[in-house]
């Protein structure tokens, strides 16, 4: 077994409403004054309320250009050398830039979530992709996140969709997790610890997210909403904190990366491409039941699990054969599964899920 590294949690998480009140003194106690703000223009005027006003520090806000890109790293690195902290506020790929900005730049790095759409907010990774949006690649960084600010007065007023389809990436956790981890005959305590966070990911958000989602829509800061948020930020995070290698990802971010390959699915979320995979995934190990099992659940929340519904037309074979060979790449995360596979099987899988009665 390859040697498991357990980044388990940020130094600090909070997941309250009103904890940006508390920002200014968190960062004092580090002894920082020159602060490097990352944002987005949407994620900047979600924030902006929350955030301290006429404070002692001193903030220079950047905004990032659209992608967590190669360039886009290096253009930020270069204006950040003159600062003591990073804080990224925004989305998966706006934090992900912040902590790659922050890796570069040996600073660290304050992350202030405006969606529940991933759990990038928590682990030390940032996914990297070209300027037109294509997958590349993962980085995983030695160091954990400093801090992790969650204001739920924020989340409150996020898009629905973004919560959808941090729903179905951290769904996703599970079984992604569970086709790799279950290879071990005696796995370590952490890849355990990965295994279960992983399975309360599933079980918590079947049972909260429907109501969730309509808490969300009436703006009510319920129990339910803060399972959901916290599931997918912490939970979600943690299976690949503990887990490492077996708890990050298989076939479903596979199918996701193919997707991207393709400009039909780029108005869809990265989770939204990951329900699909899900789906696929499971095709591949023949379990229907669970398919079954599932669909009454992407139903109700809208995730995709039809070719149309991705864009994409089922009679263009050569396109999805194109999707699948990237699917299938050697690098791809589909072969921790220990099945064989190739593009030929994920076409079938395609074509089989279509056939599925809805």
């Not at 699909?276 to 995934?281: H, P």
Request: aromatic content about 10%; charged content about 20%.
């Amino acid at each position: 077994m390859d040697m498991i590294e357990v980044r388990g949690a940020p130094n600090y998480y909070v997941c309250e409403s009103g904890v940006l009140t508390h920002l200014e003194a968190l960062l004092q106690k580090h002894g920082f004054k020159n602060v490097f703000v990352i944002c987005g223009e949407r994620s900047w005027k979600a924030a902006e309320p929350y955030f301290p006003k006429n404070g002692k520090l001193t903030y220079s806000f950047f905004r990032y250009n659209g992608e967590c890109s190669l360039a886009e790293i290096e253009r930020l690195s270069s204006l950040s050398v003159h600062f003591d902290v990073i804080i990224g506020i925004g989305g998966g790929k706006v934090l992900d830039l912040a902590k790659a900005v922050a890796n570069q730049t040996h600073l660290d790095v304050v992350l202030i979530p405006t969606l529940a759409s991933t759990c990038a907010a928590w682990t030390p990774l940032s996914v990297i992709y070209d300027e037109n949006g294509t997958f590349i690649r993962y980085d995983i960084f030695p160091k954990s996140t400093l801090m992790v600010l969650v204001d739920t007065r924020i989340l409150l007023h996020s898009p629905v969709v973004y919560l959808r389809a941090g729903i179905a990436d951290t769904l996703a956790k599970w079984y992604e997790a569970d086709c790799i981890i279950r290879q071990l005959s005696n796995p370590p305590l952490s890849v355990k610890i990965a295994h279960q966070t992983a399975y309360l990911c599933k079980t918590e958000l079947l049972e909260h997210s429907r109501a969730a989602i309509n808490d969300l829509v009436e703006k009510r800061d319920t129990l339910s909403f803060r399972k959901v948020i916290e599931t997918i930020i912490m939970a979600g995070g943690m299976v690949g904190g503990f887990g490492d290698q077996y708890g990050r990802i298989a076939a479903a971010h596979s199918v996701h990366n193919g997707l991207t390959k393709v400009p039909e699915t780029h108005h869809l979320l990265h989770g939204e491409k990951v329900a699909y995979g899900i789906l696929v995934q499971l095709a591949l190990e023949e379990n229907w039941d669970e398919i079954h099992y599932l669909l009454p659940f992407y139903r109700d929340l809208k995730l995709p699990y039809t070719l149309k519904q991705l864009g994409l037309d089922a009679t263009e074979k050569e396109k999805l054969t194109y999707i699948a060979e990237e699917i299938v790449q050697p690098h791809e995360s589909i072969h921790l599964m220990n099945i064989p596979v190739d593009s030929e099987k994920i076409v079938q899988a395609f074509y089989q899920l279509e056939k599925l009665e809805v």
